[in-house]
């Protein structure tokens, strides 16, 4: 008789363990939602700031270094990776962010798929 009492009394508080586990896993999960907004993760997605990256890049004389065609890749792959990795702020108010190791990944990148393509 004490061993199924001890059972039921087992299995009915094993289950409310594993529920109130689940729950606050739910709780942290959403907590860190919200002390972690979408807006904190790197990511631009002003088009016009882009753009204007972009032309800004393609303004550069390269010389005889790469052919335009060429420019324009290593420019859209700047634009593109610097659109994923960054955010406005860092962008905007950062003026040495060229020397930082994010963008000297981002620069490798970009010119070994022109480098690849060659």
Do not use: H
Not at 31 to 59: H, M, R, V
Not at 84 to 106: S, W
Request: with cysteine; charged share 25%.
């Amino acid at each position: 008789m004490f061993i199924l009492l001890y059972k039921k009394f087992f299995l009915k508080y094993s289950c409310i363990m594993v529920f109130n586990t689940i729950m606050i896993m739910k709780l942290f999960f959403m907590i860190f939602i919200f002390f972690f907004p979408s807006s904190t993760f790197a990511e631009i997605k002003d088009k016009e700031l882009l753009n204007s990256y972009n032309e800004g890049c393609l303004g550069e004389d390269v010389g005889s270094s790469m052919t335009v065609g060429e420019q324009f890749l290593v420019c859209g792959c700047l634009t593109s990776e610097i659109s994923k990795e960054y955010t406005i702020d860092e962008l905007l108010d950062d003026e040495d962010y060229v020397e930082t190791e994010k963008f000297n990944n981002i620069t490798n990148y970009c010119i070994s798929v022109i480098l690849d393509r060659r």
